[in-house]
């Protein structure tokens, strides 16, 4: 009985720390779900967070954040409009229609690849290499969450 009592303490008390545990964790962005929560809120603030950039990098940098993030989202549309049509298909997939699915995701991803590549090296001009890495990583982080997201969601082609 008193080990059950001491157990339901321990248990009260660890959930009432998670919250704060994971506020901290996003600042080393090791916890996803706290990285997901984050972005969710103010992605730009937890990137300048994460960059502590200086006023003459802050200057450089942003601009080049933003045309970034404008690349992200007109591909995140493409990607969209692509996956809605194969969720949302009434009947099962035909062989050219699955070809053009596949053709489509392809292009989606060759152009983020050249927004990416774009993007670093405008971001190694701007700032220090440690800390145009630190933002690719970031990036990068963001991304695998996003599309750990989509891959649960999405359900493969029948």
């Known amino acids: 009985m008193r080990n059950a009592f001491a157990v339901a303490v321990l248990g009260v008390a660890l959930g009432l720390t998670a919250p704060l545990y994971a506020q ?3 600042g080393d962005v090791t916890d996803m779900q706290a990285l997901r929560q984050a972005v969710k809120n103010d992605k730009r603030a937890l990137v300048g967070s994460m960059l502590n950039l200086s006023e003459s990098e802050a200057k450089r940098f942003w601009p080049i954040y933003e045309a970034y993030q404008r690349e992200i989202d007109n591909n995140g549309r493409r990607r969209g409009v692509a996956l809605q049509e194969l969720m949302f298909r009434d009947r099962p997939m035909t062989n050219p229609s699955a070809k053009q699915y596949a053709t489509e995701m392809l292009a989606v991803d060759e152009a983020l690849m050249r927004a990416r ?3 670093r090296n405008r ?3 701007a700032l220090p290499a440690v800390k145009a890495a630190r933002y690719m990583q970031l ?4 991304r695998a969450v996003q599309d750990y997201d989509v891959a649960a969601t999405v359900p493969l082609a029948r």
């Open 24 to 26: 901290e964790k996003a």
């Open 117 to 119: 590549r774009t993007m």
């Open 123 to 125: 971001v190694m001009r």
């Open 139 to 142: 990036e990068e982080k963001i």
